[in-house]
């Protein structure tokens, strides 16, 4: 089969491969949407988990089952299905200890173009398919499920570790695609005030709709005596991270109130330490407490995302900026993550 694929740190082209083997309790799915992500740009262009040499890229994506094991029982050939960014092996202690997402290791749910070829190829594996795929409802096209692969679920998540109440004001500092889906869910949460940075004017429209109320810019000054002097001096009750490097904790840490939370789901590209400012920590008995966490996978978690599309509750459609036609178009959109011009948000090809 053909894929395209990271060839070493750096360089990315298409290659051949073989169909990936189907084991009694898996399924191979043929692309019906993919989509790029700054995670792949991470890995490709910064090597941010390592070299990998001919691994089929991306983990956002939806199909059509093409293959099941014998033991699959929920899913037959020709049904068209969702299916998440990670992937955990239900079955593992881990995911009996309540972080699927960890199974076999640290963020080793995270299978697709980390472990295992992702899902740039003409066929794609899913492990454990009862528990990872999802069927796609009728009401949802293909373009947004590709959404609920990771921006969704991502962002979501990073509102659930910052633990966002009814009445928080609520600073999410980047407003990318992850970005935009933590306004969202912060929004769906209760957020009274969702205080936004980021600079593009695309991305601040975007999260003007989906609840922001206040947008500062990091290029404007310090990202804590913005946020203060927005707030008269009090703070923010929590925090997203979804954008940014190792520097960002510093400022996010110096502007959240005593038993805040910050919930980041920021892929860290980079970068040896994380500097905590000993003072604004209240040293260190401030309970400013810094949350990173995976996102989780698995079927129920795609079926309840998708329930809030098809009900109208969440509408994923602001960001597919940009549309190909064909996979041959999969190296035209991952350039565009990588290059991110001003009009972007999330490209999306349809197969």
Same mark, same amino acid.
């Given at each position: 089969m053909k894929g395209f694929a990271m060839?070493? !740190?750096?360089?990315?082209?298409?290659?051949?491969?073989?169909?990936?083997?189907?084991?009694?309790?898996? =399924?191979?799915?043929?692309?019906? =949407?993919?989509?790029?992500?700054?995670?792949?740009?991470?890995?490709?262009?910064?090597g941010a988990i390592g070299d990998r040499k001919d691994m089929i890229l991306g983990h956002e994506g939806c199909g059509v089952v093409v293959k099941v094991g014998e033991l699959v029982k929920d899913f037959k050939i020709g049904d068209r299905v969702m299916v998440a960014a990670i992937t955990p092996d239900w079955n593992s202690l881990e995911a009996q200890g309540g972080f699927s997402m960890h199974s076999g290791g640290m963020l080793a749910g995270w299978k697709f173009s980390n472990f295992k070829d992702g899902v740039f190829g003409? +066929?794609?594996?899913?492990?454990? =398919?009862?528990?990872?795929?999802?069927?796609?409802?009728?009401? !949802?096209?293909?373009?947004?499920?590709?959404?609920l692969s990771d921006m969704v679920p991502t962002g979501f998540h990073g509102v659930e570790l910052a633990d966002v109440q009814f009445g928080d004001t609520v600073l999410v500092v980047g407003i990318g695609p992850v970005g935009l889906m933590a306004v969202a869910g912060a929004n769906l949460r209760g957020a009274s005030r969702i205080i936004c940075v980021g600079t593009r004017e695309i991305c601040k429209q975007v999260a003007k709709g989906y609840g922001a109320t206040d947008f500062i810019g990091y290029k404007e000054g310090s990202i804590d005596e913005q946020v203060l002097k927005l707030t008269n001096g009090v703070g923010v009750d929590k925090a997203i991270i979804a954008g940014g490097g190792v520097e960002t904790f510093e400022p996010v840490i110096k502007c959240l109130k005593p038993?805040?939370? !910050?919930?980041? +789901?920021?892929?860290?590209?980079?970068?040896?330490?994380?500097?905590?400012?000993?003072?604004?920590?209240? +040293?260190?008995m401030g309970h400013k407490q810094i949350l990173g966490g995976l996102m989780p996978g698995g079927r129920l978690r795609l079926e309840k995302l998708a329930s809030l599309i098809a009900c109208g509750k969440l509408d994923v459609k602001p960001l597919l900026t940009h549309k190909f036609k064909g996979f041959e178009h999969v190296e035209d959109a991952l350039l565009l993550m990588k290059d991110k011009p001003a009009d972007l948000i999330k490209p999306v090809v349809v197969l």
């Open positions: 060839k070493k !740190i750096g360089e990315i082209g298409w290659i051949e491969k073989e169909e990936p083997f189907c084991g009694p309790m898996d =399924a191979l799915v043929k692309p019906l =949407a993919l989509s790029p992500c700054t995670s792949d740009v991470h890995t490709v262009w910064e003409e +066929v794609f594996h899913v492990n454990d =398919a009862d528990g990872n795929l999802a069927h796609l409802p009728d009401e !949802i096209s293909p373009e947004e499920a590709c959404m038993g805040g939370k !910050i919930g980041n +789901v920021n892929y860290l590209g980079s970068g040896t330490y994380i500097n905590i400012p000993r003072i604004e920590w209240g +040293v260190g």
